[in-house]
């Protein structure tokens, strides 16, 4: 089956440091990969996403690479902000015909990041 | 706003209740997910909706969930006879159709069983 590990939180960092955040894969197939973002008080939004093979999904700052060799797909961010405290989920979609396209997730990796 | 709506955003129940949970999904689009995220498990897929229809119930945790969607909107969510474990957030998403699309979010639905 298909399921997506990735590391344990909560990470606390102070503002400015590098933040890499790991997500590993298994799937059955050739999943898309997401990182999604739930900031305090707010829903699930899409961050990044990267469709095969040695795509970079990037936006605010944050990229991650789609990795086939070692099925990875992990954040990272050059220099974080407090406003980048959330809780970051890792997911991949496998498409089915007819099956839609439910998404698997991580356990999900809180940030905290202090001045 | 054009965004996932749930309704309501807390529920608090006794062991043994029914609940039934809300989703309005953003307007015209087909696909509907409903997913649960419970402490330390992460977040599990439920059922998706195409239209009215659910192809997909493969998530749903036993016989005592089952869900429905109207008008190809409004999709609610029933658990009979809530147990404790049963508490959890539980959200839904909505899409268009097609391998590209981005599913959006609602905020959730806190439910907890006393």
């Known amino acids: 089956g298909n399921s997506v590990t990735q590391m344990e939180g909560p990470v606390t960092l102070s503002e400015e440091a590098f933040l890499t955040i790991n997500c590993t894969y298994t799937?059955?197939?050739?999943?898309?990969l997401f990182w999604y973002v739930q900031y305090p008080g707010e829903g699930l939004q899409l961050l990044l996403k990267?469709?095969?093979?040695?795509d970079k999904g990037s936006n605010k700052g944050f990229e991650a690479t789609y990795r086939k060799e070692t099925t990875s797909f992990h954040l990272e961010k050059g220099s974080v902000q407090v406003s980048d405290s959330a809780v970051y989920f890792c997911?991949?979609?496998?498409?089915?015909?007819?099956?839609?396209?439910?998404?698997?997730f991580g356990t999900g990796t809180q940030l905290k990041v202090e001045l | 706003g054009a965004g996932v709506s749930q309704s309501p955003s807390n529920k608090v129940t006794e062991k043994g209740k029914d609940v039934e949970l809300r989703c309005d999904p953003i307007?015209?689009?087909?696909?509907l997910y409903w997913y649960r995220q419970s402490l330390g498990q992460g977040l599990e897929f439920l059922i998706y909706?195409?239209?009215?229809?659910?192809?997909?119930k493969s998530g749903l945790p036993s016989d005592r969930f089952s869900a429905e969607r109207t008008g190809g909107s409004v999709s609610t969510l029933t658990i009979q006879r809530t147990q404790q474990e049963d508490s959890a957030v539980y959200l839904c998403?909505?899409?268009?159709?097609?391998?590209?699309?981005?599913?959006?979010f609602g905020p959730g639905t806190r439910l907890t069983v006393l």
């Open positions: 998403a909505s899409s268009h159709l097609g391998p590209g699309a981005e599913q959006f």
């Open positions: 799937a059955t197939g050739y999943p898309s």
């Open positions: 990267a469709t095969k093979a040695d």
């Open positions: 997911a991949l979609r496998v498409g089915v015909t007819g099956g839609g396209n439910k998404l698997t």
């Open positions: 307007s015209g689009h087909t696909a």
């Open positions: 909706f195409q239209g009215n229809s659910a192809p997909d």
